[in-house]
């Protein structure tokens, strides 16, 4: 999973450079994971500008301007949720394209509503937002693994322009 890990980074990389775009993100349950895997990428510093780690709800709000309504009502691992924080990574870090996940990577913490491996990605970039659910198995560090690649595999998709029937819930601004 590593070796995938750092390839989808360096085609990720090489198609942000294509654009002229840079990017954020913004991490809750990967815990800096996904940050880790763009920065091992060789001149990353041409496209990643860098990272919050909002793993506590205060830094979402206090950083990220996620909403204490939305933290309340709909939790840190919601569909608003990561809308905010990737809107919020993108405002703080003043790049392209922003990415944001949140979720339960386990082995505690999950309810019926959200069991362990539920996790929300959302991307926002100047054509665009789009959001997604997902539900990865394995351990804590495979739920991890998992999301920081759908996490760049979004970016890339959004950097490379829409494949019919593949895409996240896109949202036009």
Known sequence: MQEKLQAMAARLGEALVARGWTLACAESCTGGLLASVLTDASGASAWFNGAVVAY???VKRDVLGVSQDTLDSKGAVSREAVLAMARGARGVMRV???VAIS??????GGTPQ???GTVWIAWEGPDGVAVKRFQFDGDRLAVKRQAA???MAGVLAMAAGPRAG???????P
């Not at 979720?103 to 505690?108: E, H, T």
């Open 56 to 58: 506590a709800n205060a």
């Open 103 to 108: 979720g339960v990577a386990g082995p505690s």
């Open 114 to 116: 959200k069991p362990v």
């Open 149 to 151: 690649l759908e996490a």
């Open 166 to 172: 593949d895409e996240p819930e896109a949202i036009r």
């Open 96 to 98: 392209d394209v922003a």
